[in-house]
């Protein structure tokens, strides 16, 4: 078995990585979401790259890749939250008045996407890529937002004892990592 490499990037070199981790967006969720745009995939690959271009512009962007035997197979990557900021909208009502404390002082880390290639899971790609991400942000509320009918991302989010926070439009679930000094 291949060994699996891992490598924190900043965000010039997570810029200068888009165009494969947007390969492996296309070829993970191509056909999980309608495509009218002529291309197999390149819709949903061109939606990606629009979000991933504003997240790695984000304060404190920081990114985990994983490559086996030479080819990425996962991504993960996430950004300081500023407290105004769209995430906040959505959160504010769901937060506990402890965890809007520590928002605060601005030390919250929004994880943004986390990919693993289907050949890879089960093999401790995502925690593995999550431990080393998360290292730096051991004081942070970290937390995340998924689609309600992302049913690979919830089972992720329940394997790492996240807790759900709650449901929100347009089509959100908040989730929010446990309180502890470990990722």
């Known amino acids: 078995m291949p060994e699996m490499f891992l490598r924190r990037l900043s965000r010039w070199q997570g810029e200068g990585q888009r165009e494969a981790v947007a390969d492996l967006y296309a070829d993970l969720y191509a056909g999980l979401h309608a495509d009218t745009s002529g291309g197999a995939g390149s819709g949903v ?27 990425l197979v996962g991504c993960l990557y996430g950004y300081r939250a500023e407290r105004g900021g769209e995430w906040w909208e959505a ?20 994880l943004s996407e986390v990919m693993v290639a289907p050949l890879e899971r089960g093999s401790d790609v995502a ?14 509320v970290v937390v995340a937002v998924i689609r309600p009918d992302d049913d690979q991302g919830r089972e992720v989010l329940q394997a790492w004892d996240w807790t759900k926070l709650g449901e929100f439009a347009p089509r959100q679930e908040g989730w929010l990592r446990p309180p502890s000094p470990m990722p």
Not at 91 to 110: D, I, K, M, N, W
Request: hydrophobic share 45%; aromatic share 10%.
């Open 127 to 140: 925690y593995r890529m999550r431990a080393l991400l998360l290292t730096r942000h051991t004081s942070d």
């Open 91 to 110: 959160f504010r009502h769901v937060l506990s008045p402890a965890v809007v404390e520590q928002t605060a002082s601005g030390r919250v880390f929004l």
């Open 45 to 71: 690959r061109q939606a990606f790259l629009r979000r991933f271009e504003h997240d790695v512009q984000q304060t404190d962007f920081d990114m985990v890749v994983a490559h086996v035997a030479g080819n």
